[in-house]
């Protein structure tokens, strides 16, 4: 009798280890990419009850976790000790998107849950996933940084159906504030260790901010990041994107070619997610075209300048600013370049108190705004000269030192000021050193 006794004690046991659930706290702060995500154990056998940890201002924890059955699998934020409003993502091996939900489907609750109701998990495979918590509106993007999932509907688990719906998460847009602790309760889960080897994104193609320009671009001209490569020629590469990161009251100015104005455009539309202003300036910081809200729509906050209104009137080297919306070019007085008040679908030539001075600063505060894209067309690199795009004596930028430039240079000698086209030895005069230097390399490119 006494050794059934130890049998059935012995069995009991067992089975309450084999069934025996952890709760994995956060230690210090969780990353929010596969790369960072915090390992919730060393195997993956043991049985993951729930995840707690804390949020920080604009903050994203990511978790690695095991899934055996992913169609039996769920996660949610509905209990006692999260009492904020939350998001719920699941992402795959790979750090794609899987389920996600922002407000509990059949409730009146901010807080989260995700599951397999809409199939999003259906034939998944087991195996490591990611799972990450988020405040409201702090929202996954991929490579090209737009969202994986669209921001609507809230109450509804859903599969990736953003713009980005096919890559990797590879960040997070939009501002939150501190939030606190938060549980996520979970069922079918297992704790998994760190991973390696995630796949990156692909290289952009485009110019990068931080890994091209060398860090964060200037606001001014005396600061403007030139797009320039030694990979590439003056005003005859294109550039097609331009990539950065916008901080708290930023403004990002590039050094851009435009051989055609006729073909120019630059767009925020479908690449970025926030508030953004476009502006164009010449060498000399003088305004010459803004663009707040999209002018082909009735809707969307971002931003399109070309040459429909003609602000552009000759090809040369000039200044792509962009900003959060209502942070804005000013003079030296600190009176606006563009009107503040004018039609914010339309794209403008300057048209403020001062319209014909150049930027000296920017008015208006503004919150971090996070990564952005500007698609360009009709835009080139420049030299390592930046805004004295000519020197060499290509005064008219078609690739040819010919009778065109020894003309263009005669026609304007005695000349003087900043970034003159003629000026091709750019020391501020039009003078018989800019005749000889076309003269000695009259023909090249031709």
Same mark, same amino acid.
């Given at each position: 009798m006494r050794r059934l006794w130890w049998t059935l004690a012995a069995t009991s046991a067992l089975l309450t280890l084999t069934h025996a659930q952890i709760t994995y706290q956060e230690q210090g702060d969780a990353g929010d990419l596969p790369e960072t995500a915090q390992a919730t154990g060393t195997d993956t056998n043991t049985q993951l009850g729930a995840i707690r940890g804390a949020l920080e201002a604009d903050g994203v924890d990511m978790y690695v976790i095991y899934i055996s059955d992913p169609a039996n699998f769920s996660a949610t934020t509905v209990n006692n000790e999260t009492n904020f409003d939350t998001q719920l993502w699941l992402f795959d091996a790979l750090g794609k998107g899987v389920v996600f939900n922002d407000d509990e489907v059949g409730s009146n609750l901010s807080r989260s849950r995700i599951n397999n109701t809409t199939g999003c998990l259906t034939n998944r495979p087991a195996g490591v996933y990611y799972i990450a918590v988020s405040r409201y509106n702090r929202d996954a993007v991929g490579c090209e940084d737009r969202p994986i999932w669209a921001d609507t509907p809230f109450r509804a688990v859903r599969c990736p159906d953003g713009p980005d719906a096919a890559s990797r998460v590879a960040g997070w847009s939009g501002t939150t504030a501190v939030s606190g602790n938060y549980e996520i309760t979970l069922t079918g889960a297992f704790t998994a260790p760190a991973q390696s080897n995630i796949p990156p994104c692909p290289p952009f193609d485009g110019w990068d901010e931080t890994e091209d320009g060398g860090g964060d671009a200037g /606001?001014?001209?005396?600061?403007?990041?030139?797009?320039?490569? =030694?990979? &590439? *020629?003056?005003?005859?590469?294109? #550039?097609?994107?331009?990539?950065?990161?916008?901080?708290? /009251?930023?403004?990002?100015?590039?050094?851009?070619?435009?051989? =055609?104005? &006729? *073909?120019?455009?630059?767009?925020? #539309?479908?690449?970025?997610?926030?508030?953004?202003?476009?502006?164009?300036?010449?060498?000399?910081?003088?305004?010459?075209?803004?663009?707040?809200?999209?002018?082909?729509?009735?809707?969307?906050?971002?931003?399109?300048?070309?040459?429909?209104?003609?602000?552009?009137?000759q090809a040369g080297v000039y200044l792509l600013a962009i900003s959060r919306y209502n942070r804005d070019p000013v003079a030296q007085d600190g009176q606006p370049l563009w009107s503040p008040t004018g039609a914010g679908r339309g794209v403008r030539c300057p048209d403020g108190l001062r319209a014909d001075q150049p930027v000296a600063g920017w008015a208006g505060a503004t919150l971090a705004a996070g990564r952005y894209i500007i698609n360009l067309t009709g835009a080139y690199f420049v030299s390592e000269n930046g805004c004295c795009v000519t020197a060499g004596g290509d005064v008219d930028l078609n690739g040819c030192i010919d009778d065109a430039d020894l003309l263009a240079i005669l026609f304007a000698f005695g000349n003087t000021g900043q970034f003159l086209p003629e000026d091709v030895t750019c020391d501020g005069v039009v003078d018989d050193a800019d005749l000889l230097t076309v003269l000695f390399a009259f023909g090249q490119g031709c």
């Open positions: /606001d001014l001209p005396s600061s403007a990041q030139l797009i320039q490569s =030694d990979d &590439a *020629q003056a005003c005859q590469t294109p #550039v097609q994107r331009v990539r950065g990161n916008m901080g708290a /009251d930023d403004v990002d100015m590039y050094v851009i070619c435009i051989t =055609d104005p &006729a *073909q120019f455009s630059a767009s925020t #539309v479908g690449t970025t997610g926030w508030d953004t202003q476009l502006w164009l300036f010449k060498c000399n910081g003088l305004g010459v075209v803004h663009n707040d809200d999209n002018p082909d729509a009735q809707t969307g906050l971002q931003s399109k300048i070309d040459n429909r209104s003609n602000c552009i009137q």
